[in-house]
């Protein structure tokens, strides 16, 4: 079945960095789009990164120039690389498809940003 496995977070202060780390299984990994998705206590989820099978991302400006998307396609495994950390990223962040099913979402890694 399809599963997603996310792991790295942490508790970092602002300005710090951590790298995010997803394991998939059940889908044609190579051949899909992947995105990092992060949801705010309160707040809707909202996709912070994606990334083609050709490795071609794509960032909102929120996070554009300080998350790095990239994924390996032999081990089936995505990651986010996260730099100079702000308050405001503080959220769980999940891994799936882009731009879906809407389902099969994994636990998620708990990011929190220390001011």
């Known amino acids: 079945q399809v599963r997603f496995v996310e792991s790295g977070g942490g508790l970092v202060q602002a300005g710090g960095s951590l790298r995010l780390s997803c394991a998939a299984s059940?889908?044609?990994?190579?051949?899909?789009?992947m995105a990092w998705y992060r949801q705010a206590p309160g707040k809707q989820r909202e996709m912070v990164a994606r990334v083609g099978p050709t490795a071609i991302s794509i960032y909102p400006t929120s996070v554009k120039g300080r998350f790095t998307i990239s994924r390996d396609n032999v081990k089936n495994t995505v990651y986010l690389q996260m730099n100079s950390l702000k308050p405001e990223d503080t959220a769980v962040y999940y891994c799936n498809r882009f731009p879906g099913p809407d389902d099969d979402w994994g636990q998620g890694t708990q990011v929190t940003v220390s001011a």
């Open positions: 059940g889908i044609p990994f190579s051949l899909t789009t």
